[in-house]
């Protein structure tokens, strides 16, 4: 069953065609009136133009928006696999302090910076699985064009997938906080 508490985007298709994904978690009210509180951060974080009682208005209905990218570096699977838990738990707890980081924040999640990266790991350990070359790292690159480091392509944008990133942090969204 679904959780009215989540939306997930399909941003569009990574360099090798898997899906980019960032989950949208937040309480269905605010989820519900996601358009809105996209505005708001907007006004908040380019104020120029705006009357103070315009960005006081703004800063009491709005919401503390929380940006967390995953699995940046390929080989460091534990953030990615960590996104279902921490998804799992602000889904379905609901105790107040669950229900009062719901109801004042929009959590936005992209479970895998570099999903073809991450496939190639995943693949290539399942393929060495109970050989002697098991828990040997990946002998080659995690992406076709950018290598291991598409951490170093976030400011040029070469790739879809910082392309994506991007478009979350600096257009569709300013984060008043970003954890990576």
Known sequence: TQSSRIKVVNMGESTLGNPFLALYISSPENLARLDEFQEINARLSDPRGVPKSAID????QGRAVVV???GLHSSEVAASQMTAELAYDMLVRDDPDMLRILDNTIAIMIPCLNPD???MVTDWYNKTLGTEYEGVGLP???HHYIGHDN???AF???SIESFYGAKILFRDWVPQAYID
């Open 156 to 158: 040029m944008q070469n």
């Open 151 to 153: 951490n170093r392509d």
């Open 57 to 60: 208005q703004a800063i009491e």
């Open 117 to 119: 990266g991450e496939i």
């Open 140 to 142: 080659n690159l995690y």
């Open 68 to 70: 967390q990218t995953m």
